[in-house]
């Protein structure tokens, strides 16, 4: 083994690299990318709100009822009249007074700018323009049409459902009954699709999925791992002549699906000419007629978010620099244009709060003075900068008010150390109410000041529930290493925040100490440098195709690492670029079984003792060992939780975990770190791909090496795919300053 070179690395490459890169703002199929699968694996779930107006008005009046109740017991309540309501009463009470005041306090226009309070004059008009066109009630025939605004749908309210009794354990998933499955198994076979099927499709589409499927043939795609050509050949079976490539029924259900995969690789819209070259990529006739005829049912949204849709400008007064560089058209689904929206709300609404004098007595740092003039503080550094923001919650407990640390993961949290980890708590948990200080009366976080570690994981989705539970007046610290990757779930939160300016940002001058941090730090700004590692803490294994990297990976876990540098296997863990290949967690991850632990797989593929990657939600990986299984499922302990995965998902929801993927390696750190390159990966690395992989070691390294010149050019040129979002442009005309 020997210590990395400066600039360039040993080894040769392969002359037959399988990496396939989706097109730019065009989501790859599945498998097409390391990174697309990775995301695939970890992508999020969240709900919609109610298309049917009348649906929306009912849902409105419970809300204001529950607003009522949720102020005190009066005359004609439960509460009044010495009736208890049950814990589920209590409950969705809570959730709807929740829902109410969020929109209450959005409607708020007019009078200082305040926490809680909207942008009034023409920043607001901008924002009313913004949103006209995001409501899709234009005409379809013309994207840059501007009627008036359409009040805006309920964003998705934070949850708080009684503790779980295992707090990593998933919901339970939704289930089909018997009948349903029946009927949906008798429309596949006769379309001639494989009756697997049926059980996903029944759950996915409901109780009149048989009827729905009948109808429209292609909502088949909307079950994860269907491809167009087999929904086509399934509607030809059941629909004959009728149908064709531009069966609305079926462009529809491809620009569904397209947006879909986009949101698994992080995009939040994507791109109206994207859109309709892939539907030209998919033989529709004629695709723009079909992304307005999608527009018109609902199932997509339009925006077009930027200064050509400042009100009162004529179409003459655009400047030639305008129509040279137009904004582009975005098309999204709905449910993360509500989270981005509701986020950019809620991240003004904190950046907005005025100074607190609370914290004058705080010792003065960088951050206690950002966040006594600031109700919203952005703070970067590598994983020795975490002490800062550590600090900070320490000071504000000293002053008497409620704080709390999020972190990502569990191991994140463990990292923090004995004293500090018990006051910590995963973002997962305290949306859930597993974790943390528990709401106040109108349902917010019993929150002062909330700092959220590994800030860069979040998704869209979880940072708008977290952003709308926190009440008025509450601080919040983002903090987070900017150089790893970005969330598994759509969005880019951290990044964006940090491009709109939207806080003051502090950026930590603590290096990561040694041979490591040195090493990362230079990746962190494009340099693969020489590091002196007098310890062994960086080292370096060439090798000349997959199969002896494969063989040298298990050597290092099994036997170099535990006797050269005291790390025993179980502590070390081996980080790859995707799941498939010769060189992938698959393959990695069948050796180290066979080594470490070789059994039988009795439980579904795998045996006590086996080391395994869980992921209770989409978007979350949590590491775990096997104990046993019975009739109930398979039990793991998952960094002392104990979790029982009931067998009909443990398939799905369970992987062998020696070996990961940098995706799902993030926001986690071991003792010793593995990172297999073979020659087969060399397309499918960046900078923030082996920053992340890099950076996952506390004490030692190995890199088994064999994509040559490709590393070090990885690092030195090649930015991460890039995510189509939209938070940073609400984020900006939100917080932009009215003109006198």
Known sequence: MTALPRGAAPGSSSDDPTADEPGPGVPAEPGGSAEAEDAGEGGGAGETAAEDPEEESIEQSTEQSAEQSAEGPGEGSPEGQGQDLTEAEAELAAQRALRARIEQRKAEQGGPIEAGAKLSGKAADLLAAVRAVESGAKPGTAFRDSPAPAPRRPAPAPTAPPRPAVPVSAPAPRTAGAETVAAVRAVLAEGGAPEALAVPVATELGEQAADALRADPWRLLEVPGVRPEQADGFARALLGPECGPGDERRTTALIGRLLQRAALEGHTALEAAAVRASLAGQAVPEPDEAVQHAIAEGTVLVFHD????EPGREPEEETEEASADPVPVLLGL?????????????????????PDSRWEAAEPTALTRAVA??????????????????ALAAAARGLGLRAAVATYTENGRRRLGADAAVDAVTVAGLLSGADGPGRDEEGALALDLLVVLDAPQLDVESAAMLVESLPDGCRLVLSGDPGVLWSAGAG???????????????????????P???????????????????????????????????????????????RAIGVPAEQTQVITVGHGGSAGTRALNAALKQRLNPGPGRFGGFDPGDRVA????????????????DAQGLHLDCEGERVVVPKERVESVVRHGWALTAHQAVGMRWPAAVVVLPGDAAQGLHRAWVYTAF??????????????QALPRAVAEIPPLPRTTRLRALLESLLATPEE
Do not use: W
Not at 527 to 551: F, M, S, T, W
Not at 698 to 705: F, G
């Open 306 to 309: 930027g200064p050509d849709d």
């Open 373 to 390: 003039e600031h109700g919203l503080v952005a703070h970067t550094g590598g994983e020795a900068s975490r002490a800062e923001p550590l």
């Open 695 to 708: 950076s996952r070691a506390e004490r030692h390294l190995s890199v088994v090496h064999g994509v040559d």
């Open 614 to 629: 869980y992921a209770p939600a989409p978007g979350r990986t949590v590491p775990g060992t096997v104990v046993s299984a």
């Open 334 to 354: 709905d449910r993360y244009a509500l989270a981005e929206e509701s986020l950019a709300d809620g991240l003004a609404r904190l950046a907005r709060s005025g």
């Open 516 to 562: 490591l941090g040195e090493l990362v730090s230079g990746i962190g700004i494009g340099e693969l440098n020489q590091v002196e590692a007098p310890g062994k803490e960086v080292v370096i294994v060439p090798v000349r195709d997959a199969g002896e990297a494969v063989h040298r990976t298990v050597q290092l876990v099994a036997d170099s690492v535990p």
């Open 492 to 514: 880019r939160v951290f990044a964006d925040v940090l491009a709109a300016r939207a806080c003051p940002h502090i950026a930590s001058r603590v290096p990561d100490p040694g």
